[in-house]
């Protein structure tokens, strides 16, 4: 009997995990969109030689119903959603990027005429969701970015 009870106790844990996850991941968080234009133009890819450019993008669909922070040399830039991207015109040198959630800040070297990707990869946890940025090759970066909606910035 105590067996089934434990059985029981398990299955009824499984469940509410389950469907919290799925709460968590199902729905969608609102962010201020940048004008089609803008999302357009910065879906050329155009370098530009007098600035770096840097998209930050989130194209997961996990974690969908939650914004994350982002910034930029310790400024807040705002927040992603899913399926979102940011784009950045930085001077050339060494920029600092963070993320909610993420334990270790990314540091990008930049040159003027530039692009570089970094990726936002949500990460569920039983206490709190976190984020992990990551710099990807151009082909990975640019397939994000192009499934993706630009959004404001801050900045």
Known sequence: MKTKRTFNMIKIIGTATI???MA???G???VDKAPATADSAAKQFKSNPNYAQV???RDEILGSALRMDVAVNGKP???TASKSYFKFDLPAGTHTFTSQGDDEPV???TRNGGIYYLWQEMKMSMLAPKSDLQVVEDTVGKKGVLASTMIQSKL
């Open 19 to 21: 469907v919290t996850v």
């Open 107 to 109: 540091k990008l070297q």
């Open 24 to 26: 968590l991941s199902i």
């Open 77 to 79: 830039a705002g927040e």
């Open 28 to 30: 969608c968080a609102s």
């Open 55 to 57: 998209y930050v993008y």
